[in-house]
């Protein structure tokens, strides 16, 4: 047996793992020798403190001192992490110190404890609770209507074993208040049970975003953060972990702070952040981190895919699809984000609000702050830039606010001041739920761009601009994650490749779509083309996906129909919508069609973007099960079940000297994932630098090629161009004068001027390697 090299403490590459009851970390442990054949340097798991029960995906912990036993418990962890370092493996462990779960408050004794004893409760100071705008007591916006001849929602209530009990949800009785009346029993509690729809405006306790059964903790306090991390300091004491993942960091009050206090408790690890990037935000220098989960990779990875000739059509398209003008992005963006912080998020703008009591009008100019803020928040007094410029931007837009911008900036630059602290943990919950998850399903010029991490107004970058980019990263954070898919991408890698491809026939998307349409009429045509899109990039899906997909995709749009108030017509066409693509002959055939046309160039899209992510700069991240074609739509889709065992024999194949093709079996993929990850990990010497090499040739345009210290990527953009111009041509790529082998064929190559049309015969993709 091969000894395993000793563990790097920052990983080659990662793969990535969703742990359930379904996928436990015993199933984890029996897959660790698949992802060391495979390529992967460490295994990365998602959450594994315990969480509320069911949890498909836990983020919602409810015990931070224990592995969840539904996904194996400690044993569990044990298992995997004694498998990973048999195989020579490292384990990132995903970790959740914004929020905790408490849909179900018995399960969380944090809370549980809160609402039985109020302020009294030790961990009353672990929340972020605003009492005395509750009247002394914790607001729960869990009532729904009152049933038939209930006077009110709280005539509900009954008292079962002792406990407040709701159609089966419990809550505690505080000691002596216990009667036979369950609403006086009520009346008499430190909590206060309210109906659902006042928690956008009327709640009292910080939320992740606006979901009321997660509710947000101060790990600034010492404490706090000592008790809700002892298993994860655990996990590095007993040499379990090498590293962690750190969800929503923006939602703390002070995340460099907190990654210090991580870094001090834990030994200073391996650690990234999810951070959301804009532009060209960078990540804080100064914080504890080795950088991003990778959206930022993946946004330029789609971008220098996409054909820019395509922009002026589909933009008119985007237009002829709106009643009334087409707003620009950055419009959109502003009114989405002021309707969440006037609408589901009102709550948190009200309490900034409550901490400037003098400043009139402070709520009206605190929510337009957040609509014109350029990042997802600022970090004072790093970036106190961005806060001007949203001050700026806010007084353009509301003249009338003038005077009350003019007393709040002076408020909200001082780092110290609670509102300026609370603001900067609202303005990203402002700008992810009015950006990724409003305006991304109402902006569907090409809907491959509208992806976590990105800029829809940028539509497209050329080769120079991405070796730019790639210059850079290798240069600031070259161990930050890159990606392609992740459990919150609304598309699949593999889904928007396809996309891309009608950045290329952006004339026959029209024709197809307005037939689409005649078929299948909504009304809504934005959304129409968005699904669609969606349809013919997932393509072939089942009727239950699409349908679910659907659903999720119009009520986030919020145009047509919502999540609070469903509109039953509309959602009865939107059905009806998706059926067709399955039932009408005639939307059958224009499906087929666009796919038939658009398959084998998203195939080379979907290659090249693997083989950019892999060899590129940063620590490539391989989501499960996207070795293969990876299809998935928004989750929960993209957590479906993963077959491991028709993955390995295919490894087992392409390992036994079988050259797959390009076709729906996604083994090719499989091929240019493992060789490349392979390379990497086996081969760290030829990845040392990141170098542009020079393309020549009437279809230089169409090639990405870089060395990275002895290992030259080159990949097929454009596809469909390329294809139409009539193929390579006298295209060369300049090689250092030696002798190369491609990783992914086998055949070799000499250096020099190397003759493209010799190197991608096969594959629209080569790795080479100095042999």
């Given at each position: 047996?091969?000894?395993?090299?000793?563990?790097?403490?920052?990983?080659?590459?990662?793969?990535?793992?969703?742990?359930?009851?379904?996928?436990?970390?015993?199933?984890?442990?029996?897959?660790?020798?698949?992802?060391?054949?495979?390529g992967a340097d460490w295994v990365y798991l998602s959450p594994l403190l315990e969480a509320t029960a069911g949890s498909d995906h836990g983020y919602d912990v409810v015990n931070h001192s224990r592995v969840d036993p539904a996904r194996g418990g400690a044993e569990g962890l044990a298992a995997a992490s004694a498998a990973a370092r048999d195989h020579g493996l490292g384990v990132l462990i995903d970790i959740v110190p914004n929020h905790v779960g408490v849909s179900v408050p018995r399960e969380n004794s944090w809370w549980w404890d809160v609402l039985t004893l109020g302020r009294a409760s030790r961990y009353a100071?672990?929340?972020?609770?605003?009492?005395?705008?509750?009247?002394?007591?914790?607001?729960?916006?869990?009532?729904?209507?009152?049933?038939?001849?209930?006077?009110s929602a709280i005539d509900d209530l009954s008292i079962v074993d002792g406990e407040?009990?709701?159609?089966?949800?419990?809550?505690?009785?505080?000691?002596?208040?216990?009667?036979?009346?369950?609403?006086?029993?009520?009346?008499?509690?430190?909590?206060?049970?309210?109906?659902?729809?006042?928690?956008?405006?009327?709640?009292?306790?910080?939320?992740?975003?606006?979901?009321?059964?997660?509710?947000?903790?101060?790990?600034?306090?010492?404490?706090?953060?000592?008790?809700?991390?002892?298993?994860?300091?655990?996990?590095?004491?007993?040499?379990?972990?090498?590293?962690?993942?750190?969800?929503?960091?923006?939602?703390?009050?002070?995340?460099?702070?907190?990654?210090?206090?991580?870094?001090?408790?834990?030994?200073?690890?391996?650690?990234l952040v999810e951070k959301?990037?804009?532009?060209?935000?960078?990540?804080?220098?100064?914080?504890?981190?080795?950088?991003?989960?990778?959206?930022?990779?993946?946004?330029?990875?789609?971008?220098?895919?996409?054909?820019?000739?395509?922009?002026?059509?589909?933009d008119r398209l985007e237009e002829s699809l709106h009643d009334d003008e087409a707003p620009a992005w950055h419009d959109l963006i502003h009114d989405t984000r002021r309707g969440i912080a006037d609408g589901i998020l009102r709550s948190e703008i009200l309490r900034i609000a409550r901490l400037v009591p003098d400043i009139d009008t402070a709520a009206d100019a605190i929510a337009e702050v957040t609509a014109c803020f350029p990042v997802y928040r600022s970090y004072l007094p790093y970036g106190l830039e961005h806060l001007e410029t949203a001050l700026a931007e806010a007084a353009e837009r509301r003249p009338d606010l003038a005077a009350t911008l003019g007393?709040?900036?002076?408020?909200?630059?001082?780092?110290?001041?609670?509102?300026?602290?609370?603001?900067?943990?609202?303005?990203?919950?402002?700008?992810?739920?009015?950006?990724?998850?409003?305006?991304?399903?109402?902006?569907?010029?090409?809907?491959?761009?509208?992806?976590?991490?990105?800029?829809p107004a940028e539509f497209s970058i050329g080769v120079d601009e991405f070796h730019a980019r790639q210059e850079k990263r290798q240069a600031t954070f070259p161990a930050s994650l890159t990606t392609l898919t992740t459990h919150d991408t609304k598309r699949g890698?593999?889904?928007?490749?396809?996309?891309?491809?009608?950045?290329?026939?952006?004339?026959?998307?029209?024709?197809?779509?307005?037939?689409?349409?005649?078929?299948?009429?909504?009304?809504?045509?934005p959304l129409e083309s968005l699904l669609w899109e969606s349809i013919i990039g997932a393509w072939p899906a089942s009727r239950e996906r699409l349908q679910e997909y659907a659903i999720k995709a119009s009520r986030e749009a919020g145009v047509s129909t919502t999540w609070t108030s469903p509109n039953e017509a509309f959602e009865k066409a939107l059905a009806a919508l998706v059926d067709s693509a399955f039932d009408n002959p005639d939307a059958r055939a224009e499906v087929e069609a666009i796919v038939a046309l658009t398959s084998a160039p998203g195939w080379s899209n979907s290659l090249s973007a693997k083989l950019l992510q892999i060899t590129g700069p940063g620590v490539p991240d391989v989501y499960q099960g996207s070795e293969f074609w990876e299809t998935s739509l928004v989750d929960p889709d993209n957590r479906r079940p993963v077959?491991?065992?028709?993955?390995?024999?295919?490894?087992?194949?392409?390992?036994?000297?079988?050259?797959?093709?390009?076709?729906?079996?996604?083994?090719?993929?499989?091929?240019?994932?493992?060789?490349?990850?392979?390379?990497?990990?086996?081969?760290?010497?030829?990845?040392?630098?990141?170098?542009?090499?020079?393309?020549?040739?009437?279809?230089?345009?169409?090639?990405?090629?870089?060395?990275?210290?002895?290992?030259?990527?080159?990949?097929?953009?454009?596809?469909?161009?390329?294809?139409?111009?009539?193929?390579?041509g006298d295209t060369t790529v300049l090689l250092p004068q030696r002798e190369m082998v491609d990783v992914l064929t086998g055949d070799v190559h000499q250096g020099g001027e190397l003759h493209v049309a010799s190197v991608l015969g096969r594959y629209p993709v080569a790795l080479l390697a100095a042999s």
């Amino acid at each position: 047996m091969t000894v395993p090299a000793p563990l790097s403490r920052v990983p080659v590459s990662t793969y990535r793992l969703q742990i359930r009851e379904s996928f436990d970390l015993f199933e984890a442990a029996k897959l660790v020798d698949y992802l060391r054949d495979l390529g992967a340097d460490w295994v990365y798991l998602s959450p594994l403190l315990e969480a509320t029960a069911g949890s498909d995906h836990g983020y919602d912990v409810v015990n931070h001192s224990r592995v969840d036993p539904a996904r194996g418990g400690a044993e569990g962890l044990a298992a995997a992490s004694a498998a990973a370092r048999d195989h020579g493996l490292g384990v990132l462990i995903d970790i959740v110190p914004n929020h905790v779960g408490v849909s179900v408050p018995r399960e969380n004794s944090w809370w549980w404890d809160v609402l039985t004893l109020g302020r009294a409760s030790r961990y009353a100071e672990a929340f972020d609770i605003d009492w005395d705008f509750g009247g002394g007591r914790l607001r729960i916006p869990v009532l729904g209507d009152p049933s038939e001849g209930s006077a009110s929602a709280i005539d509900d209530l009954s008292i079962v074993d002792g406990e407040l009990d709701y159609y089966g949800l419990r809550f505690p009785i505080a000691p002596g208040t216990l009667g036979d009346d369950p609403a006086e029993v009520h009346d008499r509690q430190n909590y206060e049970l309210v109906d659902w729809r006042r928690a956008d405006a009327e709640l009292n306790y910080r939320r992740f975003f606006a979901v009321n059964s997660l509710a947000g903790i101060r790990v600034e306090v010492p404490w706090v953060f000592e008790e809700s991390h002892v298993e994860i300091v655990r996990w590095f004491t007993e040499g379990l972990a090498d590293g962690l993942r750190v969800d929503h960091p923006d939602g703390l009050l002070d995340p460099g702070g907190y990654l210090d206090d991580l870094a001090r408790a834990t030994g200073s690890p391996y650690v990234l952040v999810e951070k959301i990037l804009e532009g060209d935000e960078p990540l804080p220098p100064h914080w504890q981190a080795a950088g991003t989960t990778g959206y930022d990779a993946l946004s330029d990875i789609d971008r220098v895919l996409v054909d820019p000739r395509g922009r002026v059509r589909l933009d008119r398209l985007e237009e002829s699809l709106h009643d009334d003008e087409a707003p620009a992005w950055h419009d959109l963006i502003h009114d989405t984000r002021r309707g969440i912080a006037d609408g589901i998020l009102r709550s948190e703008i009200l309490r900034i609000a409550r901490l400037v009591p003098d400043i009139d009008t402070a709520a009206d100019a605190i929510a337009e702050v957040t609509a014109c803020f350029p990042v997802y928040r600022s970090y004072l007094p790093y970036g106190l830039e961005h806060l001007e410029t949203a001050l700026a931007e806010a007084a353009e837009r509301r003249p009338d606010l003038a005077a009350t911008l003019g007393s709040l900036g002076s408020v909200l630059r001082d780092p110290g001041h609670p509102a300026a602290q609370r603001l900067q943990q609202t303005t990203g919950m402002v700008m992810a739920k009015g950006v990724e998850d409003t305006a991304f399903y109402r902006y569907a010029r090409l809907a491959s761009l509208t992806e976590v991490g990105g800029d829809p107004a940028e539509f497209s970058i050329g080769v120079d601009e991405f070796h730019a980019r790639q210059e850079k990263r290798q240069a600031t954070f070259p161990a930050s994650l890159t990606t392609l898919t992740t459990h919150d991408t609304k598309r699949g890698e593999d889904v928007r490749a396809r996309i891309d491809v009608l950045s290329e026939i952006p004339e026959q998307w029209r024709r197809t779509l307005g037939a689409l349409r005649e078929i299948s009429p909504l009304d809504d045509g934005p959304l129409e083309s968005l699904l669609w899109e969606s349809i013919i990039g997932a393509w072939p899906a089942s009727r239950e996906r699409l349908q679910e997909y659907a659903i999720k995709a119009s009520r986030e749009a919020g145009v047509s129909t919502t999540w609070t108030s469903p509109n039953e017509a509309f959602e009865k066409a939107l059905a009806a919508l998706v059926d067709s693509a399955f039932d009408n002959p005639d939307a059958r055939a224009e499906v087929e069609a666009i796919v038939a046309l658009t398959s084998a160039p998203g195939w080379s899209n979907s290659l090249s973007a693997k083989l950019l992510q892999i060899t590129g700069p940063g620590v490539p991240d391989v989501y499960q099960g996207s070795e293969f074609w990876e299809t998935s739509l928004v989750d929960p889709d993209n957590r479906r079940p993963v077959d491991f065992d028709e993955r390995r024999a295919a490894l087992a194949a392409l390992d036994a000297g079988t050259l797959p093709p390009i076709d729906e079996s996604g083994h090719a993929k499989l091929l240019v994932t493992s060789r490349a990850l392979r390379l990497r990990r086996d081969r760290p010497d030829l990845f040392t630098r990141y170098a542009p090499m020079t393309v020549v040739g009437e279809r230089a345009g169409h090639l990405v090629a870089f060395d990275r210290g002895g290992a030259v990527t080159l990949a097929t953009r454009l596809p469909v161009g390329l294809a139409d111009a009539g193929g390579w041509g006298d295209t060369t790529v300049l090689l250092p004068q030696r002798e190369m082998v491609d990783v992914l064929t086998g055949d070799v190559h000499q250096g020099g001027e190397l003759h493209v049309a010799s190197v991608l015969g096969r594959y629209p993709v080569a790795l080479l390697a100095a042999s």
